[in-house]
């Protein structure tokens, strides 16, 4: 038997999201946008990058107010919600190239909702070839790039809008 390393994975596994709160919520210390990976503050949405991404730029857009449901989203915050999502699009196809890209959201744990309490799109760049048996059959992701190279590649494209 082969053994496949993937320490980065321990700190998915041992996190407790209790301890820091809910990441989709925005703290009023702007100065830890970079380590929270934030990309972008509007008035009502939030971009982030994935901690633990499928693929380099998988992007996260929630609302600024912490809510679990598109139900009890203000049309002006579903509005504001999918024109960042376009957004996301727009900047990802600049800096990345994507061919392709999957968009969507997980409702409830069941669903696979990792952060159930604070609803939010996954932006999910894809290429043709970007997936391989390492995720199949290995349950290990190989992810070309470094978040924080990444980070640093979409984050002034961001700041321009």
């Known amino acids: 038997m082969e053994i496949l390393w993937a320490p980065w994975r321990m700190e998915y596994v041992s996190s407790d999201n209790k301890k820091g709160g809910c990441i989709f919520c925005p703290c009023d210390d702007r100065g830890q946008d970079e380590k929270r990976l934030i990309l972008f503050?509007?008035?009502?949405?939030?971009?982030?990058?994935?901690?633990?991404?499928y693929i380099n730029g998988h992007l996260l857009v929630a609302p600024l107010r912490h809510v679990s449901t598109l139900d009890t989203l203000l049309p002006e915050e579903k509005l504001d919600l999918i024109t960042v999502v376009e957004k996301s699009i727009g900047v990802l196809k600049e800096v990345?190239?994507?061919e392709g890209f999957n968009i969507g959201l997980n409702l409830g744990k069941v669903a696979g909702?990792?952060?159930e309490e604070h609803i939010h799109f996954h932006v999910v760049p894809r290429w043709i070839g970007d997936t391989n048996y390492m995720t199949v059959f290995g349950e290990v992701r190989v992810i070309p790039e470094h978040i924080q190279a990444t980070y640093r590649k979409l984050v002034r494209f961001f700041k321009k809008s």
């Open 113 to 115: 909702a990792g952060v």
């Open 41 to 53: 503050m509007g008035n009502r949405s939030i971009v982030l990058m994935n901690r633990f991404p």
């Open 96 to 98: 990345m190239n994507p």
